[in-house]
Structure formats: C-alpha cells, structure tokens
C-alpha cells in the first residue's frame, strides 16, 4: 500500500461546477496535511493546509480531514479553467517531512 | 506566502560535469531546507534534509556522494550533482521551511532547476 494514495486522474468538470479531490494516507501519526497546486513544468504551489478534524475553508477551496479514516479532501468551487492543474496531497510525517501522493490531474473545461 | 529562489532555473551540460543548484529563502531565515527530485509524470521525491550548520540528512537510496549538499547560512542551500549522467537529468526542487517549533510547519517551494545532462 502506498503512503498516500490519490486517483491519477484527469478529472474533468465543467467551467463554474465544483471540483472534489480526494487522498487516503497510511501514516496515523500524521497532523498537518497539505495541498499543493502544480502546474505543468511548475513547481509545487501551496493552497491549503489543514490540521485539525472537520473543514477549512479559503476562497472557493475547502479542505476536509478526517483522522479516524485517514482522508483528506480539497473541494473547489465554481471551477475556473486557469484551476486545471495536478493536485498534490502531501501529510507531513516524521520529521515533519512531506510525502506526496501521485497527485490528481483536474481539467476544468470552458 | 513565503519567497523561496532558485537558480539557474535551467541547465544543460555534458556528461561528466557537475552542477551546482542554489536555494534561497528570501523573506525568512530557514534552518531547514529540502531538496527534491521529479522525473516528467510522476510525482515529487524527497532527496535529503538540508540543515544549517550540520550535515544532510539523506534519503534512502540517494548517494551522498554524488549529491552533494551545502547549508552554509540561513538563507542559502546548495546541492551539487556530481559527475553528472543523462539519468540524472530531472527537475530539481528545493523547499524552505519557515520553523514554528510545532507541527504547523509550512513548507515552501522554489521555481525548480531543470537539469538535461547530454
């Protein structure tokens, strides 16, 4: 089983729908998580980071954690086609070390 | 967020050479710093820990031999790649972190070195 796990995509939704990105990681011991935004030939850029059990919100994007199952989401909406990109889950674990899932491909269409 | 750089942004060079790959924290002092190796498709792997004053700390499976990392100051990380070869061509990333003491530890990234070795 990997460390983090997400759906490689692509995701595709339509311009304005709401975009939900998921991950599963394996390290219980994790307690800050991460999403990252990359895009192509980009490095990583922060988005979200959330710590505690429940949702976060910033903007249109909302992060969801959830210990006891070992998931985090990020929710965005009113997608725009500039969101189009490869999502990064990353937990932080030992050492507050970033493992970072495979990430999800999301396209946003005009 | 926090200003990470990096420089060059790209270099080609010949089989053989070595590279030298600067990090900056331009807004903050990190006594912490990542480095971080990508290959077209897949996803971020973390190379070693960068820490000031002290020696890397090197994931498993990483020569530190042939990556050789400095972090004289601050401010200031370098990862040399020794006697470079084509399977070492890759888009290289460094990350600061800006410490808080806790777990709340936010990392950020630089631009990215893409390194082609011919």
């Known amino acids: 089983q990997k460390e983090v796990e997400q759906n490689s995509g692509p995701l595709s939704v339509p311009e304005g729908a709401i975009a939900s990105l998921n991950c599963t990681y394996s390290?219980?011991?994790?307690?800050?998580f991460f999403w990252y935004r990359q895009y192509s030939g980009k490095s990583p850029e922060l988005i979200m980071s959330?710590?505690?059990?429940g949702d976060k919100e910033d903007g249109r994007f909302t992060a969801q954690l959830n210990k006891a199952s070992q998931y985090v989401s990020l929710l965005i909406r009113d997608s725009q086609p500039s969101d189009s990109a490869t999502y990064l889950c990353?937990?932080?674990?030992?050492?507050?070390?970033?493992?970072f899932g495979a990430g999800t491909i999301l396209r946003v269409k005009s | 967020g926090a200003v990470v750089s990096q420089h060059p942004s790209r270099v080609i060079c010949k089989s053989g050479t070595s590279v030298k790959i600067e990090c900056r924290s331009l807004d903050f002092q990190a006594t912490t710093m990542f480095w971080y190796r990508q290959f077209p498709k897949q996803s971020l792997m973390l190379m070693a820990t960068?820490?000031?004053?002290?020696?890397?700390?090197?994931e498993q499976g990483v020569e530190k031999d042939k990556f050789l990392i400095n972090h004289a100051s601050l401010t200031l990380s370098t990862l040399t790649v020794t006697s470079a070869h084509p399977e070492d061509s890759s888009f290289y990333i460094c990350?600061?972190?800006?410490?808080?003491?806790?777990?709340?530890?936010?990392?950020?990234f630089g631009p990215g070195t893409r390194l082609l070795v011919l």
């Open positions: 990350s600061a972190r800006i410490p808080s003491g806790g777990t709340q530890e936010t990392q950020y």
């Open positions: 390290d219980r011991v994790s307690q800050s």
């Open positions: 990353a937990p932080s674990g030992y050492g507050n070390k970033l493992v």
């Open positions: 960068s820490n000031e004053g002290s020696k890397a700390t090197y």
């Open positions: 959330i710590y505690s059990n």
